[in-house]
T-cell receptor, first 113, second 118 residues
Framework: GDSVTQMEGPVTLSEEAFLTINCTYT??????LFWYVQYPGEGLQLLLK?????DKGSNKGFEATYRKETTSFHLEKGSVQVSDSAVYFC????????????FGTGTQLKVEL | GAVVSQHPSWVICKSGTSVKIECRSL??????MFWYRQFPKQSLMLMAT?????????EQGVEKDKFLINHASLTLSTLTVTSAHPEDSSFYIC??????????????FGSGTQLSVL
């Protein structure tokens, strides 16, 4: 079945550092890929998405590129801020139809001054 | 944006008791709500899909008699963990899908409930 693997956290960075959170997936066909963010005390929110190979999703300075050849969708940001501290979830929607999202474990990011 | 309220945010209970978790869509009517569970260091896993006015659809391996889901109105779904045991200790998250333009990724999530069963 479909699965998503993302790097374990917590990831601790200094403000203005470069961020990469790795995400790889296993799925048949061409799934749609997503990153969600959960800020403390809030629900998950869709951060960005990509629906086909080589697409780049971007939002709030975050980017992720759908790499079919490496089955990856790594999240990057050039300069993180303290306000980016949150838990980030990688997810996919398979091509099998239905409304099912498959999530990774989530990666906690802590950004310090 | 749309808000989903989940209550309680954390609960501790004794083994053998039942616990009810509520999920409310505050500013839209949700015909479909989803319940997820996350064990430590594991993925967020879909447990069941709850449709207003009908029986929930459970994922494989989820006991429907243990995890009772009620979606009696368009703004409220409840998950009751019956006769809870320590292995049920987990983080439970609900989500709701707006009825119009409701692609699965456009879900609104609750902030989650941490259940600890002693």
């Amino acid at each position: 079945g479909d699965s998503v693997t993302q790097m374990e956290g917590p990831v601790t960075l200094s403000e203005e550092a470069f961020l990469t959170i790795n995400c790889t997936y296993t799925a048949t066909g061409y799934p749609s890929l997503f990153w969600y963010v959960q800020y403390p005390g809030e629900g998950l929110q869709l951060l960005l998405k990509a629906t086909k190979a080589d697409d780049k999703g971007s939002n709030k300075g975050f980017e992720a590129t759908y790499r079919k050849e490496t089955t990856s969708f790594h999240l990057e940001k050039g300069s993180v801020q303290v306000s980016d501290s949150a838990v980030y979830f990688c997810a996919l929607r398979g091509t099998g139809g239905g409304n099912k999202l498959t999530f990774g474990t989530g990666t906690q990011l802590k950004v310090e001054l | 944006g749309a808000v989903v309220s989940q209550h309680p945010s954390w609960v501790i209970c004794k083994s053998g008791t039942s616990v009810k978790i509520e999920c409310r869509s505050l500013d839209f009517q949700a015909t479909t709500m989803f319940w997820y569970r996350q064990f430590p260091k594991q993925s967020l896993m879909l447990m069941a899909t709850s449709n207003e006015g009908s029986k929930a659809t459970y994922e494989q391996g989820v006991e429907k008699d243990k995890f009772l889901i009620n979606h009696a109105s368009l703004t409220l779904s409840t998950l009751t963990v019956t006769s809870a045991h320590p292995e049920d200790s987990s983080f439970y998250i609900c989500s709701a899908r707006p009825p119009i333009g409701g692609r699965v990724e456009k879900l609104f999530f609750g902030s989650g409930t941490q259940l600890s069963v002693l």
